[in-house]
């Protein structure tokens, strides 16, 4: 950039390096360094009578040996490190200070631009800045006036007033290797750096295309243009000047203002009218609702006092509750026992005669382990169907007793049972499987998968007993196995519950009218049927019961019996055959009624 075209605009950040606060006095610098007379006097008296000789630069001033010499700091070298590095620290804060700097043109009061402030350092790196916003009057200026300002202690001074002349600046390139003077100030421009403290140095030639430039007639156009649009600006400020002018001489007409005041203000109470009376029914559900949530509240906590003392008398009666439970589950525990050792009995399940490994035979009739010959005569036939007919009627049973439901459902019909496969994907008409055999290869499958079925109905026995079954193949073993483990316990068994047919007998008999007698006896305080009724006249209440059945069946009124009974009354026993036999559970045996009443 020619010197003449340098423009404030172009100028865009400013360094400072070398901070000082010492300015020289007396003599200059260079001087000083020359050790030359600083008096008439002494130039007089000191050394021969001068002579003329041709002035010397600054550069020259200073003896050619005393220019070659090297700077020493021999005050430091036999100090120790550290009285060093305090001197260093020393000398470092005692140049440092808080620095910032303004712009003035035109020797204005009012600064163009006013930089950060960089605190604690010696050399400073101001942040870029750009005037090309401040207006024509502004950044055409090629002259302004900088000011430094910086605080060592407490308060602002005024360090440094330069004007400066962009036109007669100095480039310097970079700002590396370079020993600049105290307080130098360093310009960054659009094209490079400059000062005046440093002697120039000839701008590297830029490497770029060569471009064209705009005529006489172009240019004195744009300067035309300039002109125009400066002029217009002045126009537009006359006229605003005039303008506010003219508004501040003419008075204020206030009844517009008041008018639309008075519509906003009535716009406004509209508004707020109606939000209150949002409010206010926003406010009447708020009360409702809070009112049911109270009732609600209310009902509540009495329900919740309710549940509590429920919870408190439930509190009382858990001990005896619990008691009772563990009381019923033994009881429950001792009847299965009781119940499965009964049947162990009735479906005896012992080692079969041929004395196979793992071959046993139920009630007499012996049962393979699903292995049988389909060649086999039709009394084997019929003894392979009887037997898982036990097999069948004992499962059926035991998912009773144990309430085990059977994933199988089973009909027992003795040697012609069967079972229902629910399970699987299967027609309706084919879900039922034999468990008897009837000839043909169909009636075969149908056999075995009827016996499969019913190895897993066992099974599933056993798993709810909280057995391990090895081979679901093995009928009898399992069975066997299972019913062994539900009667074993430590305790006794438990006896069976007496009283019998007797009980349902009473019950018949109250439900026709016949006076409740064997309900008397249990208001003896002993259970019908046992020793203790026996010696309190349970007997003498049992044969007049008796009695009174006999001589209905007999069609005699009775004497004994008219009295309890009336005339009209029918009662019969539920065995209607003249043939049939009554016998009654008395101490667990049983005795003969047509006996008895002989």
Not at 431 to 437: A, C, K, N, S
Request: proline share 6%; hydrophobic share 35%; aromatic share 6%.
């Amino acid at each position: 950039m020619l010197p003449q075209n340098r423009r404030l605009r172009h100028l865009q950040g400013i360094y400072l390096r070398n901070l000082s606060f010492t300015r020289p006095q007396g003599r200059a610098s260079d001087d000083l360094e020359a050790d030359l007379p600083s008096t008439k006097l002494q130039a007089r008296t000191d050394g021969p009578p001068p002579q003329l000789h041709h002035a010397h630069s600054s550069e020259s001033l200073l003896p050619a040996a005393r220019a070659n010499a090297r700077r020493r700091s021999t005050n430091l070298n036999n100090v120790s490190p550290i009285t060093r590095q305090k001197q260093l620290e020393y000398t470092v804060e005692s140049r440092a200070a808080d620095v910032f700097f303004t712009l003035h043109c035109d020797d204005g009061e009012d600064p163009v631009y006013i930089s950060e402030v960089c605190e604690r350092a010696i050399n400073f790196n101001f942040r870029f800045f750009d005037l090309s916003q401040a207006g024509p009057s502004i950044t055409r200026q090629s002259q302004f006036i900088i000011k430094i300002w910086a605080k060592k202690q407490l308060s602002w001074t005024l360090l440094l007033i330069e004007q400066v002349n962009l036109q007669s600046l100095n480039y310097l390139g970079n700002l590396r290797n370079h020993q600049f003077p105290p307080n130098c100030l360093v310009f960054h421009l659009a094209d490079g750096i400059y000062t005046l403290s440093l002697s120039s140095k000839k701008p590297e030639p830029k490497q770029g295309p060569t471009l064209p430039t705009s005529s006489y007639n172009a240019l004195m156009k744009l300067s035309n243009l300039d002109t125009s649009i400066q002029d217009a600006l002045a126009t537009r400020e006359a006229l605003t000047a005039q303008i506010n002018s003219i508004l501040d001489r003419t008075p204020v007409d206030a009844l517009p203002q008041a008018r639309e005041s008075a519509l906003l203000a009535s716009k406004y109470v509209s508004l707020q009218t109606r939000a209150v009376r949002l409010a206010q029914a926003r406010r009447a559900e708020l009360q409702t609702s809070i009112a049911e949530r109270r009732a609600a509240i209310r009902e509540g906590r009495a329900a919740q006092a309710k549940a509590a003392e429920d919870v408190a008398h439930a509190r009382t009666k858990l001990p005896a509750s619990r008691a009772l439970l563990a009381a019923t589950r033994e009881s429950i525990h001792g009847q299965r026992r009781r119940i499965c050792e009964d049947l162990s009995h009735i479906f005896a399940i012992a080692p079969s005669p041929s004395g196979a490994p793992l071959s046993f035979q139920i009630c007499g009739t012996p049962l393979p382990n699903t292995d049988y010959d389909p060649t086999s005569t039709s009394a084997t036939e019929d003894a392979l169907s009887a037997g898982l007919g036990f097999v069948a009627q004992l499962a059926h049973m035991l998912q009773f007793y144990l309430s085990v439901p059977l994933p199988y459902p089973i009909s027992p019909f003795g040697s012609r049972s069967s079972i229902r496969d629910d399970i699987s994907l299967l027609p309706d008409s084919h879900r039922e499987f034999p468990l008897f055999l009837r000839g043909g290869a169909t009636a075969q499958y149908r056999f075995d998968y009827a016996w499969f079925l019913l190895n897993k109905d066992v099974e599933a026995l056993c798993v709810a007993a909280g057995l391990k079954v090895v081979d679901i193949r093995h009928t009898l073993p399992n069975l066997k196995y299972l019913l062994y483990v539900c009667s074993a316990g430590r305790d006794e068994v438990p006896e069976r519950k007496r009283g019998g047919v007797r009980g349902l007998w009473a019950g018949r008999l109250k439900g026709r009218g016949v006076p409740d007698d064997a309900a008397s006896i249990s208001t003896t305080g002993s259970r019908p049927g046992s020793a203790d009724s026996e010696t309190v006249g349970g007997g003498k209440q049992r044969e007049q019961l008796m009695g009174r059945v006999v001589s209905k069946e007999n069609g005699s009124g009775g004497g004994s019996v008219g009295s309890g009974i009336s005339q009209g009354s029918s009662i019969g026993l539920p065995f209607d055959e003249s043939t049939t036999r009554l016998t009654l559970r008395t101490k667990g045996l049983r005795e003969n009624v047509g006996a008895a009443h002989a």
